[in-house]
């Protein structure tokens, strides 16, 4: 059943769920003149202190009994964080209670196009990637979706005109039966068991994003994984491969390290590999869908060039700092797992003085410590409870410098720029939580940048 605006003064509205989607759709719909029921686990005193902004009132179901009671309501927006199969979300839909999500409403409702994209690792990059290329392009973009911007949250502003890139969970597409007129799959292998019953389920949840596409509309699919060829199987409309390992319909890299466009008239080198500031081979997988994705929405070639040459990444995420004295600064702390570290670490060629450490998530640092000891690190900088224990695992072969004990920022930046000469690499991926010397990744992150803005102009 679709939903519009009208449905809501009809009926009883619930929102299942009160974090930033939750707040956003209960944002939208009092703009509108409708006062919905709000659904939380949290207790009120809790609830109240975490959004002191919030008038709580006898429509708040708030506590550990927040469940049993949603049958209060006929139409009730659930967050994604909560899995639809669940008994009491089971039991509601048996009970007449119509359960959506926000992105369901905003795809019955949104009168631009839709890009939607999808993928165990990547989405973020991806989508920001397209937006900045169509904004290049001087088209009326808007990016949200899973990547923090709600959607309802700018839904009254999109034009018939306007491109809305979405960053699309597997939580968000479970649910929906509506695809994007552009869907772009980046690579689905195993993830959020937590949530999901199983790994198939997982995967099927994801496939919704072509599902329903029809013969007009694009789907630009990941080769090189094998769970795809569902996905291309199930595709009704254009489907464009794209691989950094073989020559496809799409886009791909060559032995060269050129990056190849698919066109009518023959193939097309859109750049060189090294001409890229979004470092990291795996990075390709982002950057390939972001060029098809372009190009299918009449992006003229030039411009998608000029765009891939001047994109630094997300912030946190392989961010290309800044030079000092030829030495690079890059900051990845989002990297909080020993797989993100280590892909950072492969992403450069150059001699690296790698930070790493913070508070431990039990995880297991051995390959890491392979990776270290083999790859181009030149010196060790080990911070945080975990700093002992990465460095045991580092083999006896590495004649790096290892350093311990810095506490604050500005101390580590400048034993880091301290051990550099030009041509080296500063790389922080902590390959850890933050949490003891710093707030979260975000902090941690900020520290870094503000440090080597002060080197830049000392």
């Not at 599902?211 to 094998?226: K, M």
């Not at 050129?258 to 008239?265: E, F, G």
Request: glycine residues 8%; contains cysteine; charged residues 25%.
């Amino acid at each position: 059943m679709k939903l519009n605006d009208h449905d809501f003064y009809a009926k009883t509205v619930g929102i299942l769920g009160f974090g930033v989607e939750g707040q956003a759709t209960y944002q939208y719909l009092m703009k509108k003149g409708i006062k919905p029921f709000v659904f939380d686990s949290l207790e009120r005193d809790d609830f109240c202190k975490k959004h002191p902004r919030v008038k709580v009132n006898e429509k708040f179901i708030l506590g550990k009994d927040y469940l049993k009671q949603i049958t209060k309501v006929e139409i009730i927006f659930k967050t994604p964080g909560i899995p639809v199969l669940w008994p009491e979300i089971q039991s509601a839909i048996r009970a007449g209670v119509h359960v959506t999500s926000q992105i369901e409403y905003f795809f019955d409702n949104c009168p631009g196009t839709i890009i939607g994209v999808t993928g165990t690792k990547g989405k973020g990059t991806t989508s920001s990637l397209i937006a900045k290329i169509l904004k290049e392009d001087r088209k009326d973009v808007f990016l949200g979706g899973n990547i923090g911007v709600p959607a309802i949250s700018f839904l009254d502003q999109i034009k018939k005109d306007s491109l809305v890139v979405l960053e699309l969970s597997s939580y968000q597409l479970q649910s929906l039966e509506q695809s994007p007129q552009i869907a772009v799959v980046l690579n689905v292998t195993q993830d959020h068991l937590d949530y999901h019953q199983t790994v198939n389920e997982y995967q099927d949840a994801k496939k919704s994003i072509v599902r329903y596409q029809n013969r007009n509309e694009v789907a630009i699919i990941n080769a090189d994984y094998e769970p795809m060829a569902d996905f291309i199987k199930i595709a009704k409309g254009e489907t464009l491969l794209y691989s950094t390992k073989k020559a496809t319909n799409g886009c791909y890299v060559d032995s060269q390290d050129n990056i190849i466009l698919m066109t009518a008239a023959g193939p097309i080198a859109i750049a060189r590999v090294d001409e890229l500031l979004l470092r990291g081979r795996h990075n390709l997988e982002n950057v390939m869908p972001a060029i098809l994705a372009s190009l299918a929405l009449g992006v003229e070639i030039k411009v998608i060039q000029k765009s891939l040459k001047s994109f630094k990444g997300l912030e946190h995420r392989l961010e290309l700092v800044g030079s000092v004295n030829k030495v690079t600064f890059y900051n990845d702390s989002f990297s909080t797992t020993p797989e993100t570290a280590i892909a950072a670490i492969k992403s450069f060629t150059e001699p690296i003085i790698l930070i790493a450490g913070g508070s431990s998530k039990k995880s297991n640092y051995h390959e890491l410590g392979k990776v270290i000891s083999k790859a181009k690190v030149k010196d060790l900088i080990l911070i945080g409870e975990t700093a002992e224990e990465i460095a045991k695992t580092i083999d006896q072969g590495f004649r790096g410098r290892k350093i311990f004990g810095l506490t604050k920022m500005a101390q580590i930046v400048d034993q880091a720029y301290e051990l550099s000469a030009p041509g080296d690499v500063v790389l922080l991926s902590p390959a850890c939580a933050s949490f003891g010397l710093f707030e979260n990744y975000k902090d941690r992150g900020e520290q870094y940048k503000k440090c080597i803005e002060k080197l830049l102009h000392k």
